[in-house]
């Protein structure tokens, strides 16, 4: 399940050489044509007009951008300000899927690292009870969980009945139900990869770092982490790069009132907005920030191959 | 390569069949939620052999945003509010149509015909009519309720409890009544004033929603919400112990109107159905299942009594409500902003 | 390596494993009991019924639901046979083909539809449609679902072709084969656990989609996913939850049966590597 991880052990064969072109050929139209082209057009339209009541006109504008970095009063004609509410909803974005990231990464790894160590057939059920929740509907998870920690949902009835608790928790429609909501939609996205790299691991490292009498939280910090990194990386990625983006969680759960990025996206298509080149602007921020995760993510990798 | 250029046909078939099912006989109503009872659809579908679809949006802002966005062309009636009625003629997106093209026409009740937002009516067809104010769940509060003060300003029991609705005409129409104001006002410490008022309310309020707002008083997530006269209604009848108020300060008085689209690909089919919804029988349905008023004479017989009696339906004798007003250019601007900090 | 397995533990990871499954879990397994809740109130149990499922098929809301299980799987099956045929092209230009330019390039264009963030997929697909005026609906929601689900379909195909000697198709050719003999008789049969499970995980990533298709949608066009999320907004109803547990129990039996075929394939994998050395 790691994407991305160029495995050039079969490369060199080549029953087919000279048709590599032509093989590839469909992937590049479709993916050119209504992804990357989608993508440049995104940005085009982020430097367009926005017509009085919705809809764009075809000007060169930099309004969109305008209003996401300044604050020009209420009546437009104030001397500009730093507009911080969009960068604290980006904030808020990237704090929520960070900390959806570690606690991901709190449960996720030792439950990685205990499946991998199981053995035949075992392992194999484990792993397969992880990648169920996996390839469920996200929308079906996010109303589980939603019906699950609503003030009269399931949880605080049981609660409440066991004497655990006075009066129902307040969860839904805050911060915490939003990550609450993260930490479980991408929970299996970080186990899988770094049980991918755990599986290749050797345990001979752990066995020689014994034998030189190194407890097993010292291996496990100075031997086992640095090794299996490179899937703790590609797992921590794939929970932060769609948390960042997520649209179900923060609607759902949050009451569309603790926006973030994905939302504040939305917003501009589908709701009362209908202000394109500003959607298109913040999407290509978000798009860009995600660049840059990559590319750090790249670099790693390019690093771990040179060692 | 047989076996897979089956398949890659059988991709190509499929592809088609789906692109295909484009027939004469088409309806594309582009309507409220939770509004049109499925069962009329289907009476209207079976009348006049006529495939019937609906998408649904949850604010006039919304459909409209949706329309100019080039959604303009797929959809044959739409149902704004009244404001947007004039909003939407005025940026061209409606057709017009000669009474004469319906048979109805002349079931409209008296008072709607000539309304300022379509005079004599020539795009649009009265729906139904209702109020927007607020509810709040006598469980949690047993104050008096007859206040904007709720909404804008709550009291200590409602705090952090509060579903607002995501329809930007509707709350700073009702927070303009609350601050006493007039609506489209350009008095900019006027408009301060009411962009400081729902600034201040925001911290209390728990939700932005329109499509939610019944399911939030049912299950409780809400203590109290900004709510539509007939859904609150239907809130009270699922289960939940709430009660509409008629604030003292004014409340918001609508009227929903089915419009024929500009660009209708199937206009025919378009003036049959709001033909169809010009018989008393058939907006009764709508009504009953809905729980506003039609604005069509002879509805009576057809309704139930849970609907003409609800007390969501009949306000006290002195309070009146207020229609919407559609904004000039330069305060929609300024309401545009006061919206969106509002929202993010 | 040893059978020592002392180093391999560490305290409360299995707590923690339990903990994570049970996390999992959990929601899902409540909404499905739920959906077998007589009463009407929700959250109340009111004994054992099936009535919910009936309200799915026969219930008022069963055209609409319908209408869209029909649109979810047509654009599901269409998107899946699609993307699969795409990404076992690319498969063997990757891995088959030797060198050829733009190869490490192509190797990021297969991947860029996992590393765009959904909702930018989302609007990017939405601008595009609308800027060349391509409002035809079912087409468009399947278009931008065939772009996603080529990495899907390619990742278990590479992986698997990346396992097959190429021994046996030079076999083939030091015998006369043509290339399209070889690719029929040796490459295809033997790659044919992996393209299962490429076109299955295609077939449920795409029925699975709402953001993407929730803004490229057409007109009256729902797929099951967005006519959830339109009745979910006015309250999760037990039908909702009914209809869930449904789509629920087809993702489950895709990704076991995607599981049952990947462990064929490997048991395959072993013989055949086996007998080929």
Redesign the interface.
């Known amino acids: 399940m790691v994407a991305g991880i160029e495995n050039n052990n079969s490369s060199n064969t080549s029953t087919y050489a000279g048709l590599g072109s032509l093989l590839i050929l469909p992937t590049w139209l479709v993916i050119g044509f209504f992804l990357v082209l989608p993508v440049l057009m995104m940005l085009v339209y982020s430097f367009l007009t926005k ?5 764009v006109i075809w000007e060169f504008s930099l309004a969109a951008y305008d209003q996401f970095f300044f604050d020009r009063g ?3 004609d104030e001397p500009p300000k730093i507009e911080w ?2 960068i604290i ?1 980006f904030w808020r974005s990237i704090w929520l899927a960070a900390v959806a990231t570690f606690l991901c990464l709190l449960v996720g790894f030792p439950t990685a690292w205990f499946i991998a160590t199981r053995s035949g057939p075992n392992k194999s059920l484990w792993l397969f009870l992880i990648t169920i929740p996996y390839w469920v509907n996200l929308l079906i998870r996010t109303i589980s969980m939603k019906f699950l920690i ?3 949902g399931p949880l605080n009835e049981w609660l409440l009945a066991a004497g655990v608790i006075p009066e129902p928790i ?1 969860m ?2 805050t911060n915490f139900a939003v990550q609450l909501g993260l930490f479980y939609s991408y929970l299996p996205f970080m186990v899988l990869p770094i049980y991918a790299a755990v599986e290749r691991y050797n345990f001979a490292y752990s066995e020689a770092a014994a034998d030189l009498y190194a407890g097993r939280w010292a291996t496990l910090r100075k031997i086992i982490l640095p090794i299996v990194k490179p899937g703790i990386i590609a797992g921590c990625i794939l929970v932060f790069v769609p948390s960042l983006g997520a649209f179900l969680a923060p609607d759902l759960l949050g ?3 603790n ?1 973030m990025i994905g939302s ?1 996206i939305e ?1 501009q ?6 202000n ?1 080149p500003f959607g298109a602007a913040a999407a290509m921020i978000l798009l860009s920030m995600v660049l840059i995760v990559l590319t750090f993510y790249a670099r790693q990798q390019m690093k771990q191959g040179k060692r | ?1 047989k ?2 250029r089956i ?2 046909m ?2 190509l078939a ?2 088609l ?3 295909v099912a484009h027939a004469e006989g088409k309806l ?1 109503i ?1 309507h409220w ?2 509004y049109m ?3 009329l659809l ?1 009476k209207f579908a079976k009348e006049y052999d006529v495939e019937v ?4 949006f ?2 006039n ?2 459909l ?3 329309l ?4 303009m ?3 044959d009636v739409a149902i704004p509010g009244d404001y947007m009625v004039e ?1 939407m003629t005025g ?1 061209g997106m409606l057709d017009t149509f000669e009474p004469s093209e319906l048979s109805n026409f002349g079931n409209i009740a008296p008072q709607w015909v000539d309304v300022p937002f379509d005079r004599g009516r020539k795009h649009s067809i009265p729906y139904q009519w209702g109020s927007t104010s607020f509810a709040v769940n006598r469980d949690v509060y047993k104050g008096d309720i007859n206040t904007l003060a709720i909404i804008f300003e709550p009291p200590e029991a409602l705090r ?1 409890k509060i ?1 607002v609705l ?3 005409g509707e709350v700073l129409a009702l927070a303009s009544m609350y601050l006493g104001i007039p609506q489209c006002t350009s008095d ?1 410490n006027q ?2 004033a009411l ?1 400081d008022l729902l600034q201040n309310a925001k911290p209390h ?5 329109s ?2 707002a ?2 939030v008083l ?4 809400a203590a109290a919400g900004m709510i539509w006269n007939g859904f609150a209604a239907k809130a009270r009848e699922e ?1 939940a112990n709430i009660e509409y108020a008629f604030p003292k300060e004014g409340f918001v008085v609508w009227m929903d109107n089915v419009v024929l689209l500009k660009d209708a690909p199937n206009r025919d089919n378009a003036l049959k159905f709001m033909n169809f919804l010009l018989e008393p029988e058939n907006v009764a349905a709508v009504t009953n299942y809905a729980q506003y008023t039609a604005g069509v004479t002879g509805v009576e017989p057809y309704l139930e009594a849970a609907v003409t009696d609800a007390p969501e339906l009949n306000p006290p004798a002195d309070q009146k409500g207020e229609f919407i007003q559609a904004c000039p ?1 330069e305060v ?3 309401y ?6 509002l ?2 | 390596m040893a059978r020592n397995n002392d180093m391999r533990w560490f305290p409360g990871f299995s707590v923690t494993t339990l903990l994570c499954l049970f996390l999992l879990y959990a929601p899902l397994i409540i909404v499905a009991v739920y959906s077998f809740n007589d009463s009407k ?1 929700i959250t109340n149990w009111g004994g054992f019924s099936l009535r919910w499922y009936a309200d799915v098929f026969w219930g ?2 069963a ?2 639901f319908r209408a869209a299980a029909i649109n979810s799987f ?2 599901a ?2 998107a899946a ?2 993307s699969t ?1 795409i990404a076992t092209m690319a498969a063997t230009a990757m891995l088959r083909a030797g060198r050829f330019r733009g190869k490490t390039f192509s190797f990021a264009l297969i991947n860029l539809p996992l590393m765009v963030p959904e909702i930018v997929t989302a609007v990017a697909s939405l601008i595009f449609f ?1 800027a060349i005026g391509f ?2 609906g ?2 468009t929601i ?1 278009i931008a679902h065939i772009v996603f689900c080529i990495p899907f379909a390619y990742l278990p195909i590479a992986a698997r072709m990346q396992g097959i000697d190429d021994l046996y198709e030079q076999a083939a050719m030091d015998l006369y084969a043509t290339r ?1 003999q070889t ?2 008789l040796i490459l ?1 049969p033997l790659m044919a656990p992996g393209i299962i499970s490429g076109f299955l995980l295609a077939f449920i990533i795409s029925l699975d989609d709402f953001i993407i298709t929730n803004f490229v949608k ?4 729902e797929t099951l996913p967005t006519a959830i999320f ?1 009745s979910v ?4 109803k037990p039908n909702i939850m009914a209809i869930s547990t449904l789509l629920l129990a087809v993702s489950v039996v895709f990704v076991t049966l995607s599981w049952l075929v990947g462990r064929i394939g490997q048991k395959q994998q072993q013989t055949a590597t086996n007998g080929g050395e």
């Open positions: 017509e009085f009541r919705g809809g209420l009546f437009g509410t969009y909803i609503r003030d009269t307040h839904i429609n009451g569309a009132k926006f504040l917003e298509f589908k709701g009362n907005a209908g394109w | 390569m076996r897979s398949i890659g059988s991709a499929l592809m069949a789906a692109g594309s582009y939620f939770e009872p499925q069962e289907d679809t609906m998408d649904t949850d604010s802002e919304a409209l945003a949706s100019k966005a080039g959604k062309g797929s959809y909003i940026e952090g579903n995501d329809s930007q900019r408009l301060r962009n309020w728990a939700s932005f929603g499509d939610i019944k399911d049912v299950s409780g997530d289960g250019q929609q601007t300024v545009d902003k006061i919206w969106t900090d929202k993010k | 109130s008022v809301e055209p609409r047509i654009i099956i269409s046979i699609t045929i609308s409002t035809t079912i087409l399947l399209l690719f029929r295809l057409g007109a009256g066009i339109g907004k006015q309250g999760i």
